[in-house]
């Protein structure tokens, strides 16, 4: 089995900031890409930003360079740090992994369970 547990979510100001963290822990040979999404209320879940095993980065287009992805490689680990936050950025942010387990070959998806962010005064 695989998990992912994210945290690191709160509730902010406008402006202000956070940073998410999710781990992966299991029978874990590797981990390919890592990403992170958002769901808010009534809307569907969308990319938020991505990193593959060589370390390019993908963003959406509403980050607009105030969010920041990384990866602790040793750690099993990807971040999300969120500068600037606004008010639409309010959601329930989720990790998800492209892992290769020790016991199945090729590589699978994994999410975990979310973390709510909300940005409010």
């Known amino acids: 089995q695989v998990q992912l547990v994210e945290s690191g979510g709160g509730l902010v100001q406008p402006g202000g900031s956070l940073k998410l963290s999710c781990a992966a822990s299991?029978?874990?040979?590797?981990?390919?890409?890592r990403g992170w999404y958002r769901q808010a209320p009534g809307k569907q879940r969308e990319l938020v930003a991505d990193?593959?095993?060589?370390?390019?980065?993908n963003y959406a287009d509403f980050v607009k360079g105030r969010f920041a992805i990384s990866r602790d490689d040793a750690k099993n680990m990807v971040y999300l740090q969120l500068d600037s936050l606004k008010p639409e950025d309010t959601a329930v942010y989720y990790c998800?992994?492209?892992?290769?387990?020790?016991?199945?070959?090729?590589?699978?998806?994994?999410w975990g369970r979310g973390t709510q962010v909300t940005v409010s005064s």
């Open positions: 998800k992994m492209s892992v290769r387990r020790v016991s199945l070959w090729g590589y699978n998806d994994y």
């Open positions: 299991g029978d874990i040979r590797s981990i390919n890409a």
């Open positions: 990193i593959t095993s060589f370390g390019f980065t």
